[in-house]
Nanobody
Framework: QVELVESGGGLVQAGASLRLSCAAS????????LGWFRQAPGKDREFVAA????????RYADSVKGRFTITRDNEKNTVTLQMNSLKPEDTAVYYC???????????WGQGTQVTVSS
């Protein structure tokens, strides 16, 4: 069984930066993509960013492109989301996600709250 644990959320002002980290333990599907999703109050969970194995390809939602950067450390089984120039609309619970089979994110962390005040 694989476990994902996020950390690094918090309350910041607009324009600030935050760095989210996610550590995988247990049976890690380390050669598959890892990603970040978020869910704002009253909204569906949405894709934020994903990174392939071993880390050469990343893709982003249009809403965060140019502001967020996803990276992974394959030796430590971690994935990080660096978030710069945060906006109030980035407020959400952020979830780390992994794939047991390529192409589908099917296991999740417990989430970490990010709140951006205006």
């Amino acid at each position: 069984q694989v476990e994902l644990v996020e950390s690094g959320g918090g309350l910041v002002q607009a324009g600030a930066s935050l760095r989210l980290s996610c550590a995988a333990s247990g049976r890690t599907y380390s050669r598959n993509a890892l990603g970040w999703f978020r869910q704002a109050p009253g909204k569906d969970r949405e894709f934020v960013a994903a990174i392939s194995w071993p880390g050469s390809n990343a893709r982003y939602a249009d809403s965060v492109k140019g502001r967020f950067t996803i990276t992974r450390d394959n030796e430590k089984n971690t994935v990080t989301l660096q978030m710069n120039s945060l906006k109030p609309e980035d407020t959400a619970v952020y979830y780390c996600a992994g794939q047991t089979i390529p192409g589908r994110f099917d296991y999740w962390g417990q989430g970490t709250q990010v709140t951006v005040s205006s």
